[in-house]
């Protein structure tokens, strides 16, 4: 039996990023990912020079100095959803996903929780999670590291349906 593949589209995949520290707040969005998932594998990847901040230097600073995204140009999870879930049947569900998210180079297992909605096709995934830069060797400038947090609250957001 094939297990059917559920694939986002470009524009149905939201992850968003949150710095707050006493001198300032960072943030900023990425729409272009993709997320896929089959047999409870679960994927998400991104290209870190995707992600839009308020000012053009914070992203210039992002990309050049923290992520290196010329050297390392994306960030992936890749896991496993821990429940077992009917895909074709309606409802929502917490999920635990359990995998490796590899940024900035650095690969290390992770276990992201979150919500799994199912409606006439359509899976929704919403997920919280915090990630610490030290973690994936982001260095922060020491002219900088009090505007930058040490840990990153992400939000993430995607619907798939199912890949024809």
């Known amino acids: ?48 020079t995707g992600f839009v901040f308020p000012k053009p230097l914070m992203q210039e600073h992002f990309n050049e100095n923290y992520m290196e995204s010329e050297k390392f140009p994306f960030a992936t999870f890749k896991g496993k959803v821990k429940e077992t879930i009917d895909y074709t049947k309606n409802g929502t569900h917490n999920v635990t996903m359990e995998g490796s998210l590899d940024m900035h180079g650095v690969t290390l297992p992770r276990t992201i929780t979150g919500t799994l909605t ?21 260095k922060v ?18 619907e798939m349906t199912p890949k024809k």
């Open 1 to 48: 039996m094939n297990a059917q593949i559920y694939k986002s589209k470009k524009d149905e995949v939201k992850v968003s990023f949150f710095s707050s520290t006493p001198i300032e707040d960072i943030s900023a969005v990425h729409s272009t990912s993709t997320s896929f998932i089959a047999n409870d594998s679960i994927k998400f990847t991104l290209a870190n």
């Open 141 to 158: 400038p020491s002219l900088y590291v009090e505007k930058i947090a040490e840990v990153i609250k992400v939000t993430f957001h995607t």
């Open 118 to 138: 199912i409606k006439d096709g359509t899976i929704t995934m919403d997920s919280k999670f915090d990630v610490k830069v030290a973690d994936h060797k982001i």
